[in-house]
């Protein structure tokens, strides 16, 4: 069962107070207040288009919301907020109806607030918007998971998938920040010293447990698994969205009918909204235990879901998704010496994203676009490393395209080079974290990298026995020719 409590223990956020002696920090605060008034006037554009986005959501216009979401805020915000923020919630609260929709509105609007200030302010967000963003996101679980009854909303796929991912993302860029501001320590300015004080008095913000508990009990609030246990072995004439789908239960065990009936008594599990993120909330998971290095917990969490990318395709339904489940699933694997499978979903990413590129060149989706090159840069690393490791035959056109564009390094690579397997390495892995809060008396120098030199060091570990590997199975290519005796004597076992 969820409980508010189990997110956030009422903490107080205890902000700093500026010295109001201080010439510069009035300089400072009549700065930011002038920033702030400015993206508080709004144009007939903006105004309009909040209304819009309000109405269309409330009426359940999922086509209209899709467009709103993925088109007109992306305009908007190049037009008129490319390096401020949007209005505040509190200066477009008197603009929205108090109907019932009024407040989970606003909570989304909020959400997508913060993304953007992450997306694009310069400087990135201050302490206060990482504390404030991870508080609304306490109220929008809470308001999903603490319903008696599904709430009568209705939102894109793909904005369900950009809430999960992106609140993951932000525990990721909070964990990362406050590592570096307490590193700095007790001599660094008196602002970054009272920041420290910040964030050691307010300890369950972003509290690894926190995150976690919201994205299991979103799956269990969705009974996802059981979903996608019956899923697995029905003929679906539809997606696992459409609650209208026909499943020949003739097919089914005792136990998987027994599972459908419990579902079809399941208000939540029949609800569009809390099936995805339920789904979504396994990749989170997956992504999550990737990070921390529990290899064996990020497969587990995605026991039910079939990797199959044309499979994966009918149920997500939102490229980004199928793609980070591709390479964190082929990361595990490759960490844990599973290298075929590794190699097997590394080479249907490749494909995936071949075949979908286009939709993400539209000027709207840019940074999406960014990050889908990037990752597709990245998967061609990890096949490389995996294909050193296990030889084997893949598609041609990644072979091909493999062999054309990282020609020099693959010759690294069969040779042993050590330092080319950590470069490579280094820029394919995923941003390490250490679910453990920093020492807050005192941070090594260290700190910040322990995380990944503990992978690092379990990754050459494997390459170094790999490169003996591959030494035996280069001699052992020549038995049809040489004696026993001098092959031993080669790798000096004679």
Known sequence: ?????????????????????????????DLEFERQQQSYKMNDAVKSFITHF????????????????E????????????????????????????????????????????????????????????????????????????AERPLDLELPIQWLWDIIDEFIY???????????????????????????????????VWNVHSVLNVLHSLVSKSNINKQLEVLKHATLSLTIGNSNANIDQTQFTKHQQELLMDLENDLFAQSSLYKMLGYFSLVGLLRLNSLFGDYYLAVNAMHYVELDIHKQSLIARVPSCIITTCYYVGFAYLMMRRYEDAIKVFVDALIYIQRTRTMFQA???????????????????????????????????????????????????????????????????????????????GVTDQYLMEPYNQQLKVFMDEVNQQLSISDIRSFLKLYTTLPIAKLASFINKV
């Open 363 to 441: 000027p709207a989706r840019s940074l999406l676009n960014d990050m889908i090159a990037k990752q597709n840069e990245q998967i061609f690393y990890l096949l490389a490393i995996a294909l050193n490791f296990y030889p084997m035959r893949i598609d041609d056109s990644i072979n091909s395209y493999l062999k054309e564009k990282y020609s020099e390094r693959l010759v690294k690579l069969q040779r042993g080079d050590r330092d080319e397997l950590t470069n490579m390495f280094h820029y394919a892995c995923p941003k390490f974290l250490s679910p453990v809060p920093p020492n807050f008396e």
């Open 170 to 204: 932000q525990f990721q860029s909070f964990c990362q920040y406050r590592a570096k501001q307490v590193k700095k320590g007790p001599n660094a300015p008196s602002n970054i010293v009272e920041e420290i004080q910040m964030l050691k008095q307010n300890s369950d």
């Open 71 to 146: 088109y007109g805020w992306n305009m908007l915000s190049e037009q008129y907020f490319k390096t401020t923020t949007w209005p505040s919630v509190e200066s477009i609260e008197s603009m929205i109806p108090n109907e019932s929709m009024k407040s989970i509105f606003l909570i989304l609007y909020k959400e997508m607030y913060f993304r953007h200030i992450y997306a694009s302010l310069q400087g990135g967000p201050t302490l206060e918007h990482r504390f404030e963003s991870y508080r609304n996101y306490v109220q929008l679980f809470n308001a999903i998971l603490s």
């Open 54 to 69: 309000y109405r269309s959501i409330q009426n359940g216009k999922i086509f209209e919301i899709t467009h709103d979401y």
């Open 1 to 29: 069962m969820y409980h508010q409590e189990s997110i956030e223990n009422d903490y107080e956020y205890q902000y700093y107070q500026q010295d109001a002696d201080s010439l510069d920090n009035r300089v400072v605060i």
